[in-house]
């Protein structure tokens, strides 16, 4: 198993920009992996825990990012690459072609992946394609999107929602890649022994060569804050007609 | 929401446990029109309530912080939010075993009962998921308990509504402070202006900033305490409620570890001081979780990790149980880790409630209530009092550096006498460059660097032999040496000058002079020029708030001179007093004024032979001051002691200070002058002549008449406190200050010990010993007599136990050793005509 | 030339294509170049015809072994990715669902060409400049980028899809592309309905959303039966699928589904971004929270103050007696 994540800022607040406009202001942040990520990783470590093996965990950012490899090591996977960059971001291009690239090595030295697991898509950067741009760089069949995952004989059986509410069973034969949605698991809370072990792990650390990419951040805005204010119906259940009345506004009672 | 008043007697800003019980207290007081706002909502508006451990242990080893804490649990229990658990502190070391053992003194002496020494396998018994293997034993406290702060917060404020004093207002920001000729005029809030005639700034971690609106410092800094919450604990799972086993303190890891319901968690204070800016705390929008709860910052907590897991195995090592939520907690923390209470020193009306944590919040609440209503708050805030910072001490240098180095020794075992390292050399006397080429030991004192003691005078060891009083011990040893010892003896036999330039000094002038410090003091002010005058000062309720000296200057000029660390709240006392029709002007000199005592049976020798000033004792009577000429320097002398010996304060300006010392110590070589240390004019000459000294005997809780300092007369003049001190005078006092002799500092192990004082007082049987008002009595202050030849301690005794030669006993690590009663009152035990100081 | 790249189910093309292909319009208006749309399978000449009112002079139809069937994302990629081969589109517009996403992603990786996701607006040009949503549309950047076609994915609910002010009749063109045997190497082997039971949050007209005020599992039923009464779904935030209250399937956020009803309750949510996100797409909200402050509140049309425990059941009864009428 390989499980790629990305180190985001974790949000919960109001976001605000730093004064040049190029980040998320990140004093008041800690920082994490997007939550589809998370699911990711629970998903490698379950697959090991099922059906034996190890799983690798893998991510392209600055030498901070340790602490988001070592959260993944905490909860069981078993080591960590780091493509160290400076810190600056890299397209959904280059980063794709730089985990394709570190792959193709890491398999080099110890054979191949069954599965890649990425996450549908970054928590910040929403770029939905750097899974899919690896499977076709290494040639690999892709699923996204995943929400329950099997493995049986060689092949990944996938469900994954449809566009009508329903689910489809996809099935993809191994080794392929797999794009990750929060929901496939409830990913499981780090244990102390997990976070002694992961703290002592080596991480393997390797230079990515950088390509070159063709989107470019030019800077970032804020949308525009609504000004309407809301209108108050009232307090407790005496609003109640009031909200009948709404609904009636709307054709959602008679 | 209801409206906001525009005009309110008191707007206390901060909703937290704090803030609530201050208006709590207030509106049980008979306050109305309080306003309670706070920029977040309720009952949780994202302070540091909203995070705390909820935990309460009882025993510190200060006297005011277990008063307030006791007070506070007794608040939680009427409240309804109190759950008993028990608390151990486990120790990993034996040093740490001893200082268990000295906990259990300080639950003695200050009335914590029950407390009991386990061993490993009692802890066990308690709390079956500990390691036994690797503690020494513990420390067990069956009253500590977790409390609901904000529940308690809520019932608080639902009281004060209840009583029609409270308008509440969350959500509302203040953003400013109006401030009119010195006084709080007015708050700016997001929701109007309030116009109050009090404002309480009770804003945890923001309080320097709401502080700073109105022109005034609240010297503290946030910093981080890591929490972690692991679970689900499977032992938990059958419990009932939200707690059921006892809370462990790792203190020599500098953690604690508690049940939670289904969870345990583990709080540090073990890693690196992590500081933040009270500008930098996120608003409640920016935060992630709520603006004290900061990104947990892994990495300062991975070595604690091992540590807990090394104590709780059992639950800890379950890889099953994880870490679900995991902060750096904001909590406030203050240069000398006391609270920050009372009104601010800048501006009136303004007082700041701060500092505080969730086990002395009802108590400090209760305090600034009382203080604002009357200005006499039944437990002595004196150690709390926000007043009692210089300058120096609000430094945003200060409060970093003390701070940070304060972190890590919240759980430390900390000698009574321990010097902080960090930002020293601040307020140097003029004697400095000298005291140091005599290789003088400097402890602090308010910022100031005061010699403990000489090197120079190690050759002195020799020739006192064992009337040193060696120490065997390495606890009392620390902090001290003999020479200090040495010091005393040879002040005594020939002459030693003291650096007293600590000293806080105020003049007080004009033509209301005399009625102001009428009004002031209890002695009698209207003495002929040239006097000077011991006297304490009262408050109206006739409890004890200072004791100083005043020097009569002249006709309308008063010189109050006061201990350095005490200056800042006596000048506040003596300012907040001053005549409204300017009659009577307060100004601090003390950086203008150096002084160096003269103290030595050789004194007036020494003094004799550099002065053409008649200091005879007849031309300079003992009990007078005035101006005399030394080689040139023209300083002020007055004929005082606090060591019991002949001789003189010698007052001289700053920049003359050094000339002063030169003269002086040439002129005393011939007389065999040593230079002596605040270790004897503090401690072993004081306690030789029962001398009581603020903060050990004097405080608030005690009386003049139980203290032993009512005169036979009490003038006709009105003072501060005259009615209650008459009434004080008519009845048989519940306690008498004694002083109590060492009769053997054998331990059972043969090793000579030394109290250092805060030591119960116990009977020779091990009884403790408590007075009719529910006073327990306890050593006031402790040192060797060297020329009494044994160790003195000072304590109020019961009625019924103050008889000279009652036979008592001492509790020090666990040892009880005999003690008898030498003197009941305050006649000396050295030189008991002071025959000496008058000679 | 812009191509839009149009989903359907069974010939009717979604909401989030046609909200694509507005913006494509705008686009060609802006640019002068002409629209052109793609729909993959036999069934999307329904779906060619529907197009007219939307604007495309031309729809291509990829249809051949494979397209015709169920969606199969490589595949379906690699008409795509054929398409712009043929025709060289300066722009390609995809809709910013999950298989608008995929789709988009699968040709882009094939034809080694940049691809910006979740445009809300875009200035062709020397470079294209963009302007996209992060963090689910909390912050957007303008970015620009370089290639002969960019390929960009049109954010959800971003634009309102409206009609072209006249209709064309769109030439449908049929081609079969060649693709490769690789791309069916994923296949869908089974299907499950959706539940016909209740109404998909994703295209409910009424949404009824509990937040970690609800308290706890058994706190949902009356938020159940008021979805009932209204003929909507119940959602939740994401504190209450962490917690097991709810099944993920109703999370409302960025990882989560993203809703757009006529009108959305939100009860004892506060409203953290995660959320906020995700409910975006609702044209009314209606807040139910004790606290005035609580951030959901700024967005809210109408805000109830007061515990939901008390203010629902009183709605509950007040609509039923309403419908009883």
């Known amino acids: 198993m390989l499980v790629c994540v990305k180190r985001v800022p974790t949000t919960g607040g109001k976001i605000t920009l730093t004064p040049d406009e190029q980040e998320i202001d990140t004093r008041f942040s800690g920082w994490t992996v997007s939550p589809h990520e998370e699911c990711a990783v629970e998903g490698a470590v379950r697959i090991v825990e099922a059906h034996g093996g190890t799983s690798t965990v893998l991510t392209l950012g600055p030498a901070a990012a340790e602490e988001q490899l070592r959260d993944a090591l905490a909860v069981g996977v078993?080591?960590?690459?780091?493509?160290?960059?400076?810190?600056?971001?890299?397209?959904?291009?280059?980063?794709?072609?730089?985990?394709?690239?570190?792959?193709?090595?890491?398999?080099?030295?110890?054979?191949?992946?069954?599965?890649?697991?990425?996450?549908?898509?970054?928590?910040?950067?929403?770029?939905?394609?750097?899974?899919?741009?690896?499977?076709?760089?290494?040639?690999?069949?892709?699923?996204?999107?995943?929400?329950?995952?099997?493995?049986?004989?060689?092949?990944?059986?996938?469900?994954?929602?449809?566009?009508?509410?329903?689910?489809?069973?996809?099935?993809?034969?191994?080794?392929?890649?797999?794009?990750?949605?929060?929901?496939?698991?409830?990913p499981r809370y780090p244990s102390v022994p997990g976070r002694i072990r992961a703290k002592k792990k080596e991480i393997h650390r390797v230079a990515p060569e950088r390509t070159g990419g063709r989107v470019r951040k030019r800077r970032l805005v804020l949308p525009p804050e609504r000004k309407e204010q809301a209108e108050i119906l009232g307090h407790g259940p005496e609003a109640a007609p009031k909200v009948v009345e709404v609904l009636r506004s709307l054709g959602l009672v008679r | 929401m209801p409206e906001l008043p525009d005009e309110a007697r008191v707007v206390v800003i901060g909703g937290g446990i704090v803030g609530n019980s201050v208006a709590y207290h207030l509106a049980r007081l008979g306050w109305r029109d309080i306003v309670l706002l706070d920029k977040g909502p309720f009952p949780n508006p994202g302070g540091s309530t909203g995070h705390a451990s909820n935990f309460i242990f009882l025993v510190d080893h200060n006297k005011e912080m277990t008063k307030v804490t006791l007070d506070s649990v007794r608040q939680y229990k009427e409240l309804g939010v109190f759950t008993e658990c028990?608390?151990?502190?486990?120790?990993?070391?034996?040093?740490?075993?001893?200082?268990?053992?000295?906990?259990?003194?300080?639950?003695?002496?200050?009335?914590?009962?029950?407390?009991?020494?386990?061993?490993?396998?009692?802890?066990?018994?308690?709390?079956?998921?500990?390691?036994?293997?690797?503690?020494?034993?513990?420390?067990?406290?069956?009253?500590?308990?977790?409390?609901?702060?904000?529940?308690?917060?809520?019932?608080?404020?639902?009281?004060?509504?209840?009583?029609?004093?409270?308008?509440?207002?969350?959500?509302?920001?203040?953003?400013?402070?109006?401030?009119?000729?010195?006084?709080?005029?007015?708050?700016?809030?997001?929701?109007?202006?309030?116009?109050?005639?009090?404002?309480?700034?009770?804003?945890?971690?923001?309080?320097?900033?709401?502080?700073?609106?109105?022109?005034?410092?609240?010297?503290?800094?946030?910093?981080?305490?890591?929490?972690?919450?692991?679970?689900?604990?499977?032992?938990?799972?059958?419990?009932?409620?939200?707690?059921?086993?006892?809370?462990?303190?790792?203190?020599?890891?500098?953690?604690?570890?508690?049940?939670?319901?289904?969870?345990?968690?583990?709080?540090?204070?073990?890693?690196?001081?992590?500081?933040?800016?009270?500008?930098?705390?996120?608003?409640?929008?920016?935060?992630?979780?709520?603006?004290?709860?900061?990104?947990?910052?892994?990495?300062?907590?991975?070595?604690?990790?091992?540590?807990?897991?090394?104590?709780?195995?059992?639950?800890?090592?379950?890889?099953?149980?994880?870490?679900?939520?995991?902060?750096?907690?904001?909590?406030?923390?203050?240069?000398?880790?006391?609270?920050?209470?009372?009104?601010?020193?800048?501006?009136?009306?303004?007082?700041?409630?701060?500092?505080?944590?969730?086990?002395?919040?009802?108590?400090?609440?209760?305090?600034?209530?009382?203080?604002?209503?009357?200005?006499?708050?039944?437990?002595?805030?004196?150690?709390?009092?926000?007043?009692?910072?210089?300058?120096?001490?609000?430094?945003?240098?200060?409060?970093?550096?003390?701070?940070?180095?304060?972190?890590?020794?919240?759980?430390?075992?900390?000698?009574?006498?321990?010097?902080?390292?960090?930002?020293?050399?601040?307020?140097?006397?003029?004697?400095?460059?000298?005291?140091?080429?005599?290789?003088?030991?400097?402890?602090?004192?308010?910022?100031?660097?005061?010699?403990?003691?000489?090197?120079?005078?190690?050759?002195?060891?020799?020739?006192?032999?064992?009337?040193?009083?060696?120490?065997?011990?390495?606890?009392?040893?620390?902090?001290?040496?003999?020479?200090?010892?040495?010091?005393?003896?040879?002040?005594?036999?020939?002459?030693?000058?003291?650096?007293?330039?600590?000293?806080?000094?105020?003049?007080?002038?004009?033509?209301?002079a005399l009625a102001f410090m009428e009004r002031m003091c209890v002695q009698p002010m209207d003495v002929p020029v040239g006097r000077v005058v011991y006297t304490p000062l009262l408050n109206e309720a006739g409890r004890i708030k200072a004791d100083l000296t005043v020097m009569r200057l002249g006709e309308d000029r008063f010189r109050i001179v006061t201990g350095g660390l005490d200056g800042p709240r006596d000048r506040k006392w003596f300012v907040d007093h001053l005549p409204e029709d300017g009659s009577a002007q307060l100004s601090d000199v003390t950086s203008a004024w150096c002084t160096l005592g003269l103290w030595g049976p050789r004194a007036r020798d020494v003094l004799a032979s550099v002065t053409a000033d008649d200091v005879s004792n007849a031309g300079f009577p003992f009990g007078t001051c005035r101006p005399i000429e030394i080689d040139g320097v023209r300083a002020l002398a007055s004929r005082i002691s606090y060591v019991g010996e002949l001789g003189w304060e010698l007052y001289c300006p700053m920049e003359q200070g050094a000339r002063l010392w030169d003269v002086l110590f040439e002129a005393g070589q011939p007389h065999g002058m040593v230079p002596v240390g605040i270790g004897v004019y503090g401690t072993t000459a004081r306690l030789e002549k029962c001398y009581r000294a603020y903060g050990n005997e004097l405080e608030m809780e005690y009386t003049l008449v139980e203290a032993g300092l009512a005169r036979r007369a009490v003038k006709d003049a009105p003072f501060l406190g005259r009615d209650a001190y008459l009434r004080q005078r008519e009845s048989e006092p519940a306690a008498i200050l004694c002083t109590l002799t060492l009769d053997d500092p054998t331990s059972s192990s043969g090793v000579k010990r030394y109290m250092l004082g805060r030591e119960p007082v116990l009977t020779r049987d091990g009884r403790p010993l408590e007075d009719g008002l529910g006073r327990r009595s306890y050593v006031t202050s402790a040192g060797s007599g060297p020329s009494v030849g044994t160790h003195i301690m000072l304590a109020y005794l019961p009625r019924e136990h103050a008889q000279e030669g009652a036979q008592l006993a001492v509790e020090y690590f666990g040892e009880r050793y005999p003690v008898t009663v030498a003197v009941v009152g305050n006649r000396p035990l050295f030189d008991p005509e002071n025959a000496r100081m008058k000679a | 030339m812009i191509l839009a790249y149009v989903d359907h189910r069974d010939g009717a093309p979604d909401d989030a294509s046609l909200e694509a292909l507005t913006l494509g319009r705008t686009l060609a208006e802006r640019t002068g170049w002409p629209l052109e749309a793609l729909v993959v399978g036999r069934a999307g000449r329904a779906a060619a015809e529907a197009l007219g009112v939307h604007g495309p002079a031309v729809v291509h139809v990829a249809e051949g072994d494979g397209l015709d069937g169920p969606y199969a994302p490589q595949a379906w990629g690699a008409a795509l990715a054929e398409a712009v081969r043929a025709a060289s589109p300066k722009l390609v517009l995809s809709p910013g669902t999950d298989r608008g996403h995929e789709t988009l992603a699968h040709a882009a990786a094939a034809l080694d060409l940049p691809m910006v996701a979740n445009c809300v607006d875009i200035s062709p040009g020397e470079p294209t400049v963009v302007l996209r949503q992060r963090w689910g549309g909390t912050v957007l950047e303008e970015a620009e980028a370089d290639g002969p076609t960019i390929l960009c994915s049109v954010a959800l609910h971003a634009v309102q899809a409206q009609p072209a002010p006249a209709p064309a009749d769109p030439e449908v063109r049929p081609f079969a592309p060649p693709v490769p045997e690789e791309a069916f190497r994923v296949r869908v082997i089974d299907r499950v309905e959706p539940d016909r039971g209740g109404v998909s949050l994703a295209e409910a007209k009424v949404v009824v959303g509990g937040g970690r005020g609800v308290g706890g599992p058994e706190g949902f039923r009356v938020l159940e039966e008021l979805a009932g009464l209204l003929g909507g779904a119940v959602g939740c935030s994401r504190v209450v699928t962490s917690a097991g209250w709810r099944p993920h399937a109703e999370q409302i956020g960025q990882t989560g589904t993203r809703i757009a009803p006529d009108l959305y309750i939100a009860c004892g949510i506060s409203g953290a971004t995660q959320h906020m996100v995700g409910c975006r797409g609702a044209k009314r909200l209606l807040v139910v929270n004790e606290d005035p402050e609580a951030p959901i509140i700024a967005h809210a049309d109408w805000v109830v103050l007061g515990d939901l425990h008390e203010v629902l059941p009183a709605v509950v009864a007040a609509v039923r007696a309403a419908t009883q009428d």
């Open chain 1, 78 to 186: 078993n080591d960590a690459v780091l493509l160290e960059t400076d810190g600056s971001e890299w397209d959904p291009e280059e980063t794709a072609r730089a985990i394709a690239g570190a792959v193709a090595g890491l398999e080099a030295d110890r054979g191949p992946f069954d599965l890649l697991l990425f996450g549908n898509e970054a928590a910040d950067t929403a770029d939905h394609q750097v899974g899919i741009r690896v499977a076709h760089a290494l040639g690999r069949p892709c699923v996204a999107g995943a929400k329950a995952l099997e493995l049986r004989d060689g092949t990944a059986v996938v469900r994954r929602e449809a566009p009508d509410g329903g689910w489809e069973v996809v099935e993809a034969p191994l080794p392929a890649v797999l794009t990750v949605k929060e929901g496939i698991n409830l």
């Open chain 2, 86 to 512: 028990g608390g151990i502190e486990v120790a990993r070391t034996p040093e740490r075993m001893e200082e268990l053992k000295r906990r259990v003194a300080s639950a003695k002496s200050w009335g914590v009962e029950p407390v009991e020494l386990l061993t490993p396998a009692q802890v066990k018994d308690l709390v079956p998921f500990i390691n036994e293997e690797v503690i020494l034993g513990g420390f067990y406290t069956p009253g500590v308990g977790v409390v609901d702060s904000l529940r308690a917060g809520t019932l608080m404020r639902e009281e004060a509504e209840r009583l029609g004093a409270l308008t509440i207002s969350p959500n509302t920001e203040v953003l400013g402070i109006d401030v009119e000729r010195g006084r709080v005029r007015r708050v700016r809030t997001t929701r109007g202006d309030i116009r109050a005639e009090l404002v309480a700034v009770c804003c945890g971690v923001w309080s320097p900033r709401i502080a700073r609106m109105a022109g005034a410092s609240i010297p503290l800094t946030p910093a981080v305490h890591q929490m972690i919450d692991v679970g689900p604990v499977a032992r938990f799972e059958e419990t009932v409620g939200e707690i059921a086993f006892p809370i462990v303190r790792d203190v020599d890891k500098n953690m604690y570890e508690r049940q939670h319901g289904s969870e345990f968690e583990i709080g540090s204070y073990a890693h690196r001081p992590i500081l933040v800016e009270p500008d930098e705390i996120p608003s409640i929008e920016e935060a992630v979780l709520s603006p004290t709860e900061l990104p947990f910052t892994k990495e300062d907590f991975d070595p604690q990790m091992e540590d807990a897991l090394e104590l709780f195995p059992e639950i800890l090592g379950d890889e099953r149980v994880g870490v679900k939520y995991a902060i750096n907690g904001l909590i406030a923390l203050t240069p000398d880790g006391m609270p920050l209470v009372g009104e601010t020193p800048e501006v009136k009306g303004l007082w700041s409630v701060a500092a505080i944590w969730v086990k002395e919040g009802p108590g400090f609440g209760r305090i600034a209530a009382e203080w604002m209503t009357d200005g006499n708050p039944e437990i002595d805030p004196h150690q709390s009092d926000v007043s009692r910072f210089y300058d120096h001490q609000r430094t945003k240098h200060h409060i970093v550096a003390r701070c940070s180095e304060g972190f890590n020794k919240t759980y430390g075992i900390v000698h009574p006498m321990e010097q902080w390292s960090s930002n020293r050399d601040v307020r140097l006397s003029p004697f400095h460059a000298r005291e140091r080429e005599l290789g003088a030991v400097f402890f602090e004192a308010a910022g100031w660097e005061r010699p403990f003691w000489y090197a120079s005078n190690e050759p002195l060891l020799e020739e006192y032999g064992d009337r040193v009083m060696p120490r065997e011990a390495e606890w009392e040893s620390r902090w001290w040496s003999p020479i200090i010892n040495a010091e005393h003896l040879a002040m005594r036999d020939r002459v030693g000058i003291v650096d007293l330039s600590a000293f806080a000094i105020f003049d007080v002038t004009g033509p209301g």
